[in-house]
């Protein structure tokens, strides 16, 4: 099959990762793939060049570009697509109306987050499938569009297991000396995009609390966003900056993650979190809040800790509770790996999309 999918960019984020994920596991299998991102290439887009998948950019105008659907109607007749695979509202537009014209045979849309926007019944009626990441998002999606609900479907998200390992004493220590962590001490990790949905402000709030009880634990916070220079004065008011590590936009997030003792997920918004999947797959106890479909993926006292979102005491006993039991921790990182081993494997999500493609 010919497979073009449709995201605003590749910058750094979750469903930019999946679009390039699923990609190249398409490619695997035998499919032409392409990435069209509607705005520009982003951070990530070396990612799928590297995997030789196409990336188009179209540069798109605000608002309802007639232009771009024009230029993307040629591009689908062009590489005669079979599949046209949109991701979130802009893409669905533009991408919808535009495999219409182009004649394509199945368009798909998947739905990834918990945002309420709407559009048109049409838009909706001319996509052969809807396919949300949870179950949690799926409702919302019903909730506040009129969609045919035959045509919709949960398709978990899925990762690259084999490519986020356990934890080795080298790396660990090969990053607490780059980082210039004092090597006696735990890490708190995030991985997330500074922005408000993942609420880092709560889990700063919460490290104060576990900073005063704990003197041998850091905090871990990679990603970029727009949020980051608050973050930081945040953190400063706190008096937790000289244990608190802002690491920004990183391409080598296993190695990262492999370092922490504990993940952590203060989102108050979510869809379903590649990063709590890539924590599970490299064994990493879990603390996340009981939002979207965290709790889908974390078995609350099984594969890690759920509480309640903008809750900084909670979140810090929940956190504090990992650190001081080793064996607790253990024992949820081996449960969280067996359930990502069985459930969320990108081969298994791959699988699913083609599936709801020739369906």
């Known amino acids: ?11 750094c984020g979750g469903l ?12 695997n299998l035998g499919h032409t793939v392409h990435i069209c991102c509607l705005e520009v290439a982003g951070n990530l887009a070396p990612k799928a060049l590297k995997n030789n998948t196409k990336v188009h950019v179209q540069n798109i105008n605000p608002g309802l570009d007639l232009k771009c659907i024009w230029r993307l109607m040629k591009l689908f007749r062009h590489e005669k697509a079979d599949v046209v695979h949109t991701h979130n509202m802009k893409p669905l537009i533009h991408g919808t109306l535009a495999a219409k014209l182009a004649g394509v045979k199945a368009i798909v849309h998947t739905k990834h987050g918990r945002s309420d926007e709407k559009t048109y019944p049409l838009i909706w009626n001319m996509n ?6 949870s179950e949690d998002t799926r409702s919302c999606l019903l909730q506040h569009n009129n969609v045919d609900l035959e045509k919709t479907s949960v398709i978990p998200n899925g990762i690259p297991i084999n490519s986020f390992a356990e934890s080795s004493e080298c790396v660990t220590n090969e990053v607490k000396n780059e980082l210039n962590i004092p090597s006696n001490h735990k890490i708190i990790g995030i991985v997330a995009r500074l922005a408000v949905e993942k609420d880092h402000s709560t889990l700063l709030n919460s490290f104060a609390l576990i900073a005063a009880q704990l003197k041998d634990v850091s905090l871990v916070i990679v990603g970029d966003g727009p949020l980051i220079e608050p973050l930081k004065e945040e953190a400063r008011k706190l008096n937790i900056n000289e244990r608190t590590y802002f690491l920004g936009f990183r391409t080598d997030i296993s190695r990262l993650v492999s370092s922490f003792d504990v993940f952590v997920l203060s989102s108050i918004s979510e869809g379903m979190s590649l990063t709590l999947l890539e924590a599970m797959a490299a064994k990493k106890p879990i603390v996340a809040t009981n939002v979207g479909g965290n709790p889908e993926v974390v078995l609350n006292g099984e594969s890690g800790l759920i509480v309640d979102a903008q809750n900084p005491s909670k979140m810090a006993s929940a956190l504090v509770r990992v650190l ?14 067996q359930r990502v081993n069985k459930h969320f494997s990108v081969e298994e999500m791959t699988q699913k999309y083609l599936t709801a493609y020739e369906s």
């Open 324 to 337: 001081e039991d080793s064996e607790f921790a253990t024992n949820l990182g081996k449960q969280g790996f």
């Open 16 to 27: 930019e990762n999946f679009a390039i994920d699923l990609s190249l596991e398409q490619r």
């Open 128 to 133: 052969k499938k809807i396919i949300s990441i």
């Open 1 to 11: 099959m010919n497979i073009i999918h449709i995201v605003n960019s590749l910058e």
